[in-house]
């Protein structure tokens, strides 16, 4: 069992920077796939990046390459997404998810049906 919690959202201007965190519980944390997704009002939601459960590879949505950084530190069981250059379009509901990748990844990392755990969501708004 693997319990996430997230924190970090909240209201910044366009152009502004946050870092959410998730934070997990589970002796096995490093053998997790860490994925964080958005779902915006009205939309899908969808994945934002992605790591293995070492920190050695991470994957990215278009949408956000250059501008958003995942890591780990998993002596604290913490996953983080750094967000700068944070634009309206990125107003949404982020959840961190898990799923157990042993060394590598799990499957196709954006697909949000292959995670098996949940946190409950951090708002993140960026106004104009």
């Known amino acids: 069992q693997v319990q996430l919690v997230e924190s970090g959202g909240g209201l910044v201007q366009a152009g502004g920077s946050l870092r959410l965190s998730c934070a997990a519980s589970g002796r096995t944390f490093s053998s997790y796939v860490i994925t964080w997704f958005r779902q915006a009002p009205g939309k899908e939601r969808e994945s934002v990046a992605g790591i293995i459960g070492s920190g050695g590879s991470s994957r990215y949505a278009d949408s956000v390459k250059g501008r958003f950084t995942i890591s780990r530190d998993n002596v604290k069981n913490t996953v983080y997404l750094q967000m700068n250059s944070l634009k309206p379009e990125d107003t949404a509901v982020y959840y961190c998810?898990?799923?157990?990748?042993?060394?590598?990844?799990?499957?196709?990392?954006?697909?949000?049906?292959?995670?098996?755990?949940w946190g409950q969501g951090t708002q993140v708004t960026v106004s104009s």
């Open positions: 998810a898990a799923a157990y990748g042993g060394g590598g990844w799990s499957g196709t990392w954006s697909n949000a049906g292959e995670y098996d755990y």
